[in-house]
């Protein structure tokens, strides 16, 4: 802790940092006023009733930033450019030239992917705003709108997600830190008061009865982040030797470094791709149960609702089920040990003990497939912990916002934070 708050000091006392941190502080401030405007004709209490019944409506208000929470001109937030990168990551396992662009040619490879992704994001914004508009007109949030007013509405929404986008990638250049990273976290941080002046008032109109139940909330809370930030962190060092040259009357090579493999090489990503998997058949039998005219299709599609809406065991299982499997499904796309080993044997690299070749690619596979199952069981463990502690609440109406998606975000950006401040102040102290 004393080592972070030097590094702050040092930070804040050379100019070229101070206008980085002012900068990436300036942008965050502007990102919550722009999440403060709503859009006109918002009808307050039905849209609060909306966003607490369904989990859909609160796992998108996470990506927006908190702007869908009071339905604001930057709703969208950077949910349409995220969808859109992640569109782009799987198109990579399709089109060759895209993995190569993305293994091969550093970072000017990866800028281009960069761009693909901004491109998609615009006509993404555009299709998301049409229905969330349409969406929340039939739920009685905003009134039926004419078609100029409605076209308008759309624009605007479109414009503040690209807008949004446009200053995540100003931070990221101009300030510390990834710029959209930082706005999702900026809007999960400024939920935490609110959410902490509610849990204190639901304690106190218990008469305290249910305090130890709180108690260990807040200890298995500090238990989820310790681990959050361990495995985060933790990794598989593979050694690697480098044969030695002779060129002339020199000798090169012959140095022994490591290869770090992350336990957890995908993130979130799998919690995201988990959670938007199921949120389609509650959409779909939620509609069905609600407007079908024939009484079996609606009992039907009510009860199917049912199992899949938490906090059902059903939805439960099927959450940590296919977070383990979108683990290494994302792991297979980011990790080529195909790539990795021929990369190895034309710099003149070995491991220790293995041929290289086809050798080593299956030794590094193995090693990937074994870590792979510890992360992808950890971050079910983590995605489904909120579940499991509304299950045992004494208060079955609150949600716990322990694990899950909002603490890896959180966890993940104050660690890459942290890292970018340090580096940047090792390189001023250098």
């Known amino acids: 802790m004393q080592n972070i708050i030097d590094k702050i000091v040092l930070a804040m006392k050379d100019p070229t940092l101070r206008r980085r941190i002012g900068f990436t502080i300036g942008a965050l401030v502007l990102f919550r006023l722009l999440a403060a405007i709503p ?41 349409p450019f995220i969808t859109a990168s992640i569109i782009v990551q799987v198109l990579t396992m399709i089109f ?15 800028e281009k992917l960069s761009q693909y992704s901004r491109l998609l994001a615009a006509p993404l914004a555009i299709v998301q705003a049409i229905g ?53 976290f900026a809007g999960i941080v400024a939920r935490l008061p609110m959410d902490f ?11 305290m009865a249910n305090l130890p139940f709180y108690i260990l909330v807040l200890i298995i809370a500090i238990a989820a982040t310790a681990g959050v930030i361990y495995v985060t962190e933790a990794e598989r060092s593979v050694p690697i030797t480098y044969a030695k040259q002779v060129r002339g009357n020199k000798v090169y090579g012959g140095s022994s470094t490591y290869l770090p493999l992350r336990l957890n090489q995908s993130g979130v990503i799998p919690i ?19 407007w ?30 296919m977070v383990v499997l979108f683990t290494y499904f994302y792991t297979a796309v980011t990790f080529d040990p ?26 590094l596979a193995a090693i990937v497939t074994r870590i792979t199952l510890v992360g992808a069981v950890f971050l079910g463990a983590v995605a489904v912990l909120p579940l499991i502690i509304q299950a045992f609440s004494p208060d079955t109406t609150q949600s716990f916002a322990v694990g899950g998606t909002a ?20 390189m001023r102290e250098y």
Request: net charge negative; no cysteine.
């Open 132 to 184: 969330f508009i349409i969406l929340f007109q039939s739920e009685n949030v905003l009134p039926h709108l004419g078609t100029f007013a409605f076209v308008v509405n759309v624009i605007v929404i479109a414009a503040g997600s690209i807008l949004l986008t446009w200053i995540g990638e100003l931070v990221s250049e101009f300030g510390i830190g990834n710029g959209v990273s930082l706005i999702i």
């Open 292 to 321: 079908a005219t024939h009484p079996l299709i609606a009992d039907w599609s009510h009860t199917l609702l049912l199992w899949l809406t938490p906090p059902s065991w059903t939805y439960g299982i099927l959450y940590f089920l």
């Open 197 to 207: 002046v509610q849990n204190y008032q639901k304690l106190l109109g218990s008469n």
């Open 407 to 426: 603490l890896l975000i959180v966890v993940s950006v104050v660690i890459d934070l942290l890292k970018k401040l340090d580096a940047q102040v090792s």
């Open 96 to 110: 060759p030239s895209w993995k190569a662009l993305m293994h091969e040619e550093g970072e000017a490879g990866r």
């Open 39 to 79: 859009v006109p004709g918002v009808n307050p209490a039905t849209l609060s009733q909306l966003l607490n019944s369904s989990q859909f409506f609160g796992f998108l208000n996470i990506f927006s930033g908190g702007g869908l929470s009071n339905l604001s001109i930057v709703m969208l937030g950077v949910g």
């Open 272 to 290: 995201i791709f988990a959670l938007s998997i199921l949120l389609f058949p509650q959409i779909i039998f939620g509609a069905l149960a609600k």
């Open 338 to 363: 195909v790539m990795i080993s021929e990369n190895l044997q034309r710099s003149g690299a070995f491991i220790p003990g293995v041929r290289p070749g086809e050798h080593t690619r299956d030794h």
